[in-house]
């Protein structure tokens, strides 16, 4: 066995668990209850399959050819930088616009504090107007 | 540990860079071989970066590579939360029965600048089981959805602590 079937083999082996990793994060988006967990699924194990697949890629090249692919890497980097905002902003606007968390969720320190600060509003509000009144 | 931080500013870094320079060409010169050869350059530039590192404490100043390890600790810090953390989510995905239980809670980090923070969460939303929903206007409090909130909220806060260290050593 020479350096090259060590390598191809070792590309074979990534590119495979980064597609047995999207197959499970396909698995989870069906599976999981609600949007939030869901988007656990959906962003982070799709991450790594593509981290996984990408690497072993570019490792072949790199062994094989002799090529540096700076395309894989930067695939790679953008991937990781614009997936984790994609999940922030989902589930950000999944949770203002009201979407109920999963019956299996035990608690929601979010809605908790949200609730606190549209009292907060309220009472706020309520005795400015009240102030305005006696004004008048 | 800090007693000399301040003092090692833009030029202290420069004069060790130089410096490495140096000890990079003179190896070249010693070595005296019959074309310049780019591989001969960088292995004394390597050797350079140990003396340099040895030596930097008679300057008085840090390190000038020392942000670049701490960015690479960052780095492996990073990928084996990952992979631990894609472990552990994929056994609960795959489990027979959905025995997670999901849940929002509040971290409030000792992280201070928009960098950091932005670093921070882009971190934590990387790795599985956790995506951050809501950061606070004051950019301190970050509302955390965790996969299961029961069994794992310990090892991610070890987790966000690791993370919290790791990135206060690349930016301070």
Do not use: C
């Amino acid at each position: 066995m020479n350096a090259d079937t060590i390598v191809e083999y070792t590309a074979a082996i990534l590119m495979v668990t980064g597609g047995l990793m999207s197959l499970v994060s396909a698995i989870g988006l069906i599976r999981l209850p609600d949007v939030y967990t869901r988007s656990h699924a959906a962003t982070k194990s799709s991450t790594l399959a593509v981290l996984l697949t990408l690497l072993g890629g570019f490792l072949y090249f790199w062994a094989l050819e002799r090529f540096i692919s700076v395309r894989l890497l930067l695939g790679i980097l953008f991937v990781f930088l614009t997936a984790p905002v994609a999940g922030h902003v989902i589930i950000r606007a999944a949770h203002r616009s009201g979407v109920k968390l999963a019956d299996i969720s035990k608690k929601d320190e979010l809605a908790e504090a949200k609730e606190r600060l549209m009292e907060e509003q309220n009472l706020e509000r309520l005795n400015r107007e009240k102030k305005n009144d006696s004004g008048v | 540990m800090n007693k000399f931080r301040g003092t090692g500013g833009t030029g202290a870094t420069a004069a060790q860079f130089l410096l490495n320079l140096f000890i990079a060409f003179l190896w070249m010169l010693l070595l005296d071989e019959d074309k310049f050869r780019v591989t001969t350059f960088a292995a004394g530039f390597i050797v350079g970066i140990f003396i340099v590192f040895f030596m930097h404490r008679f300057f008085g100043t840090q390190f000038y590579l020392r942000r670049m390890f701490a960015i690479v600790k960052l780095m492996f810090i990073f990928i084996s939360e990952l992979v631990k953390s894609s472990w552990s989510v994929i056994g609960q995905i795959l489990s027979p029965k959905l025995t997670i239980r999901p849940g929002i809670f509040r971290y409030d980090t000792v992280l201070e600048s928009e960098g950091e923070v932005t670093t921070l969460s882009l971190l934590l939303t990387l790795t599985p089981g956790s995506v951050v929903m809501e950061v606070t206007e004051d950019g301190r409090g970050l509302y955390i959805h965790a996969m299961d909130i029961e069994s794992s909220k310990q090892a991610l806060i070890v987790q966000l602590k690791n993370f919290e260290k790791a990135i206060m050593e690349v930016t301070r």
